[in-house]
């Protein structure tokens, strides 16, 4: 696991809990979220009570247990509390967001959340079949993510959590030659 040292409090974190802050003007430096918080608070005379949540382990529609780990973010008016997988240390697979105002209570939007994560897990969206996997029904949902082993820069989807490339995706498509879609895309906030 990739470990960056934040630049106010000196001590190691995970990078997935990284946040590089300031600007092309000043320059921009790695903290840690409870010290990003801190200086986003401090900045705007905004009082804030760091909260710091236990990961969480969630069932998915096959039984899979996935561990979520969770983030609370302080960003002046509004706060935003994360839920994500870490796979080899990095952000890996499902992720969720919700974000409210500032004043929110924490507990509030840990409860709103983990309904929203046990929603979105009881879904599934693809099958498995032999070599390959399909669209299960007429919907997917997932995030929209990028290959960073292409030098194209096209999208990597994460669909039941789990990566699928572009590629991937289009053939899977293929089964729904001649249909009509309607692709809608919406913010990492947002529940689809």
Known sequence: MDQIRCHTCRNPV???????????EKGYRDLCSRCFNAEVAENGGFAFEQVDFLPME???FAGVKHNFKFRLL?????????????DDGERGGYEFQILSDA????????????????????????????EGCSIATDVVRGK???????????????IDGREISWDQFGQMLMTFEGWQ???E??????EV
Do not use: N
């Open 14 to 24: 995970a990078s997935y809990d990284v946040i590089s802050f300031g600007s092309m």
């Open 103 to 130: 004043q929110a209570d924490p507990f509030k939007l840990m409860a709103r959340l983990v309904e929203r994560i046990r929603r979105a897990l009881s879904q599934r969206h693809l099958v498995d079949e032999g």
């Open 58 to 60: 969630i069932m998915d």
């Open 181 to 183: 879609f309607k692709l």
């Open 144 to 158: 929209i993510s990028c290959d960073l082993q292409s030098q194209d820069r096209v999208p990597m989807l994460v």
């Open 74 to 86: 302080h960003l002046g008016d509004r706060v935003t509390l994360e839920a994500f997988e870490v």
């Open 185 to 190: 895309i919406k913010d990492a906030s947002e």
